[in-house]
């Protein structure tokens, strides 16, 4: 087990500054727009504008329904933005969102960034968006303002840090999200020698000569703690197909494993091995991005997002000694598909109806598939990925056959 524990950790506030303050805007990231509205969402306005553009952001975990985003737009140069802040797939007049000036083709907007405890209730954390249009409107770009800010041990130093979301999910703790440590303490957060990527270590200088650090945080990113990384092993993630001959359509991977301290590490190479802290892991998302088949080349990529269905049973920990190496599998054993009756279903009679749900689980470690789409981020997807399920009969004849789609 991990000596040290987020129990310990420092706890980070949310801060979303005034307008005009520093560091309020991170770099935002472009949403890519279609001219074709989604074929689940249901638009419950009067839509007034000369065309209309489409977009979804997925804000929370990766396996969180899509936030959609509806942009009227007027050959005047006029735009207006409504958001599907509910995540209900219909847009109503009250998700019309106001713009920050009336020339500035941004907009300001709260919305919880959805992330999932250990019995699998979703919990939303507040946050604050911005949206901003460019001028031909073919681009529309989103980041989570603000940052999240508090102050750690670094040796024997307080040292206040704050950490800002890169890529706008609305989570602080992601690979690549930005960490900033005011080791001088003059609070001027100098991105030279006071900003870092958020990886699974860091390296800083001391009067003793550059120390490394295991940074500990969860996935929300609002604890952290900076432990020395005396001791570390390695977690890979390699894919094989049905003989031992490692997977060469694998575009591209990323396992989120979470520590029994609730530590979160992330392995975005496949094949390749991540230095991580020492400790107990299980794998909670597995987000896994293949190349189409060689019969059919010019077709998009396909992107599926398994995640944990159930709390963690002691067989779901791997355990990563010092100088060990780890290697995970994920998708070497078969997908199993499983049904769900309700508690009265064994007291039925033939008359009787039942309504029953199917469940796809990913290996050993009962990964449920949560989430299916391709193309790179998506836009060719949900509604056209179905999964078609039929009960049969004696003779194999369909009783009841269900379709469902991925949202």
Not at 62 to 76: F, N, Q, Y
Not at 129 to 144: D, G, H, K, Q, V
Not at 160 to 189: A, C, K, P, T
């Amino acid at each position: 087990m991990f000596v040290s524990s987020l129990l310990f950790a420092a706890q980070l506030a949310y801060i979303v500054p005034p307008e005009g303050a520093p560091m309020r805007h991170p770099s935002p990231v472009a949403l890519p727009l279609v001219s074709t509205a989604f074929e689940d969402v249901r638009i419950a306005v009067a839509l007034t504008g000369d065309r209309q553009r489409f977009a979804r952001l997925r804000y929370g975990e990766p396996d969180s329904v899509r936030v959609t985003a509806v942009l009227d737009l007027h050959e005047s140069g006029a735009a207006a933005l409504y958001l599907d802040q509910n995540r209900d797939l219909v847009i109503t007049n009250d998700e019309l969102v106001p713009e920050v000036s009336e020339d500035a083709r941004a907009w300001d907007v709260s919305l919880s960034a959805h992330v999932r405890n250990a019995e699998g209730e979703t919990n939303p954390l507040p946050r604050r968006l911005c949206f901003e249009l460019n001028e031909s409107a073919s681009i529309l770009a989103a980041s989570t303002l603000g940052w999240l800010e508090g102050e750690i041990s670094i040796g024997e130093d307080a040292t206040r840090v704050r950490r800002r979301d890169s890529n706008v999910n609305g989570f602080f703790g992601d690979h690549g999200d930005q960490l900033w440590i005011d080791r001088n303490g003059d609070g001027e957060w100098a991105a030279f020698g006071e900003l870092y990527s958020s990886l699974p270590f860091l390296t800083l200088p001391e009067e003793r000569g550059r120390v490394r650090y295991a940074v500990r945080s969860n996935r929300e990113g609002d604890r952290l703690r900076l432990t020395e990384a005396n001791e570390f092993g390695t977690i890979e993630i390699a894919l094989h197909r049905a003989g031992a001959e490692i997977r060469d359509d694998v575009r591209s991977v990323e396992a989120i494993l979470v520590g029994r301290d609730g530590t979160v590490v992330s392995v975005r190479e496949h094949a390749r091995a991540t230095e991580v802290p020492t400790g107990d892991y299980r794998l909670s998302t597995l987000t896994l991005q293949l190349s189409p088949s060689e019969e059919d080349p010019e077709q998009p990529d396909w992107t599926f997002v398994f995640s944990e269905a159930f709390r963690p049973t002691e067989a779901s920990w791997r355990r990563v000694a010092a100088g060990g190496a780890l290697t995970l599998d994920p998708v070497r054993e078969a997908l199993s598909l499983e049904l769900a009756l309700p508690e009265n279903a064994k007291t039925l009679t033939i008359a009787d109806s039942v309504r029953a749900q199917p469940y796809l689980y990913l290996g050993a470690d009962r990964l449920l598939i949560r989430n299916a789409y391709r193309g790179s981020r998506g836009w060719i997807g949900p509604s056209q990925l179905k999964g078609t399920v039929s009960l049969l009969g004696a003779g194999e004849d369909p009783l009841v056959t269900y379709t469902s789609q991925f949202l």
